[in-house]
């Protein structure tokens, strides 16, 4: 399995951005996709997660109600749509995907790339 993350760039505060990860190879249905952050010098972030199977989310505590994960199983792809944005979700945002319903980076087996989001102030 590899997975593409795609969408980020520089916002203002308040704006939007929408991220993409876009899988390609076998995804078993029972399995997560989830997004997380970093910024240098520290751990990577839970920011959501989706179950491809039962559509069920679960999000960060930093970014409920702003952001908003989603998913298209024909085209193995999920999505990140984000709101009102802040300068301190400024990161490289990952997507991942595992087997567990989890809020752990550890626990997932395959990462994507990166991209880059910038919220200016």
């Known amino acids: 399995v590899q997975l593409q993350a795609s969408g980020g760039g520089l916002v203002q505060t308040g704006g939007s951005l929408r991220l993409s990860c876009a899988a390609s190879?076998?995804?078993?249905?029972?399995?997560?996709t989830g997004w997380f952050r970093q910024v240098p010098g520290k751990e990577r972030e839970f920011v959501a997660l989706?179950?491809?199977?039962?559509?069920?989310?679960y999000y960060g505590d930093s970014v409920k109600g702003r952001f908003s994960i989603s998913k298209d199983n024909a085209k193995k792809m999920v999505a990140l749509q984000m709101n009102s944005l802040k300068p301190e979700d400024t990161a490289v945002y990952f997507c991942a995907l595992g087997p567990k319903f989890s809020n752990i980076a550890s626990d997932y087996e395959y990462w994507g790339q990166g991209t880059q989001v910038t919220v200016s102030s």
């Open positions: 989706i179950r491809w199977s039962s559509g069920s989310t």
């Open positions: 190879g076998p995804i078993y249905t029972n399995y997560i």
